[in-house]
């Protein structure tokens, strides 16, 4: 036995851990420096967008100097921010009322999405499944409940990851049993969601497909329309039949779904919401710097509409941003967006506008986020997740202002909030899915 070599051993062994201490603190040092650079950098970027606006403005105001006064009194008056002059009135969802654990089992959940009525949660997850569950079973007393929420649950296979989900909002408002699925392997589907919500009729009732991953799907609030859209730059827009006809007891086969258009862009349309009551879809395609709106009473008539706000309109400026937009939500009053950076900037805007009303900071995002918003059924405050923070981020709109985090134990991936109750849905990397109340 040689003692003096396992002695030397031992040392060099704690040697050994104890540098690897030290580089481990080093790591956390450099990793929270980092951040603070992150955080520096998109406030940099913004300085420059908003210089970059402001001399746009004055060479823009020197070329057509005839028009001067007028031009400055419309830059003063924003009459999109009248909606925002006061603050919220504090009532948001901020409570998680509701934990749902590994519906998805081993698997992640990746998109979320309430019924109108906001008794039904769907979430889509790695595992190729869409999962239907009665949340409010999760409210009964006892620690079983949650469990049996998750229990009780409808599991509808889509072969894929889900990478989106939405409900149909229904004729005139009034929900009906749809919701769609989009995946990874580019397919959308159409699953009947029986309000009894039943095995046996939960069912795929119609697919089609994209040549690429879907990127997001969304429902017209006033008629059966629903657009979706791919990393293969298209957008398709589908007119549902027959729909009404699963309320009366009628055979749910009789279901069909026409395409009516399709739109064709240079580059993966990231970003979709319906606008002014379904009149308009609104779009943002990468490497551009607009948002671009099709009136679809209009004949899908286009127009454009600067991110870098009024003041760049007609400057070589107007052509570049430093951003991408990968979330949009219309307000719950149809007047204005919300969108989602990849610079740890949310931005708000009237829409079928360039007039900017409100710029949102406080967060984390960069290029390999994944950032989305959605805004409170009183249109008085916005949510978004944050970066390498397990959180939601709840800004007041009317004073920019970030008034609470509502934590959590992993990466928020998804948000969905109602337009009509207090009630605000999300699915995080913990393998949960959360369903926030109003803290009463």
């Avoid at 008794?119 to 009964?140: E, M």
Wanted: glycine share 8%; with cysteine.
């Amino acid at each position: 036995m040689d003692l003096l070599a396992d002695i030397g051993q031992e040392d060099q062994l704690t040697s050994a851990r104890e540098e690897n201490r030290v580089l481990l603190a080093k790591v956390k040092e450099l990793t929270v420096r980092v951040h603070e650079l992150n955080a520096s950098n998109a406030a940099l970027l913004a300085e420059v967008e908003m210089y970059r606006a402001e001399f746009a403005s004055s060479k823009s105001s020197s070329a057509i100097s005839d028009n001067i006064e007028e031009e400055s009194k419309e830059a003063l008056v924003d009459d999109g921010a009248d909606d925002f002059v006061t603050a919220g009135n504090g009532m948001f969802a901020s409570d998680p009322a509701v934990n749902l654990q590994k519906m998805h089992g081993i698997s992640n959940p990746l998109c979320c999405s309430l019924h109108p009525n906001d008794t039904l949660l769907a979430t889509g997850g790695a595992d190729g499944n869409l999962i239907l569950c009665r949340w409010g079973v999760a409210l009964a007393p006892g620690e079983e409940s949650s469990k049996k929420a998750v229990d009780d649950s409808i599991k509808v296979s889509c072969g894929a990851p889900v990478i989106c989900t939405a409900f149909a909002q229904g004729n005139k408002g009034r929900g009906c049993p749809l919701v769609a699925a989009g995946c990874m392997d580019g397919s959308v589907r159409i699953i009947h969601c029986g309000l009894d919500l039943e095995g046996s009729t939960s069912r795929v009732l119609h697919s089609f497909k994209h040549e690429k991953y879907v990127k997001t799907i969304c429902w017209s609030p006033s008629e059966q329309l629903m657009a979706s859209a791919s990393a293969d730059g298209t957008i398709k827009l589908h007119r549902v039949g027959s729909v009404m006809n699963m309320f009366d007891g009628s055979d749910a086969d009789e279901f069909s779904l026409e395409i009516i258009q399709s739109m064709h862009f240079d580059g993966p349309v990231e970003a979709m919401c319906f606008v002014d009551n379904g009149k308009s879809l609104c779009c943002y395609v990468r490497g551009t710097s607009y948002l671009t709106y099709f009136d679809l009473k209009d004949d899908y008539k286009q127009s454009k509409y600067s991110l870098n706000g009024k003041a760049a309109i007609g400057d070589r400026f107007d052509d570049h941003v430093s951003f991408s937009v990968l979330s949009l939500q219309c307000s719950p009053n149809g007047k204005y967006v919300a969108a989602a950076t990849d610079v740890a900037r949310n931005i708000i805007m009237e829409a079928k506008s360039d007039r900017i009303v409100r710029n949102l900071y406080g967060h984390n995002n960069d290029g390999f986020s994944n950032p989305k918003i959605a805004w409170s059924s009183s249109g008085q405050y916005i949510y978004g997740n944050s970066q390498n923070e397990n959180c939601v981020c709840v800004w007041d709109v009317a004073s920019a202002a970030m008034v609470k985090r509502l934590e959590g134990d992993g990466f928020v991936r998804d948000i969905y909030s109602s337009s009509t109750t207090d009630t605000v849905a999300t699915v995080s990397f913990d393998k949960t899915a959360k369903v926030w109340l109003n803290e009463m």
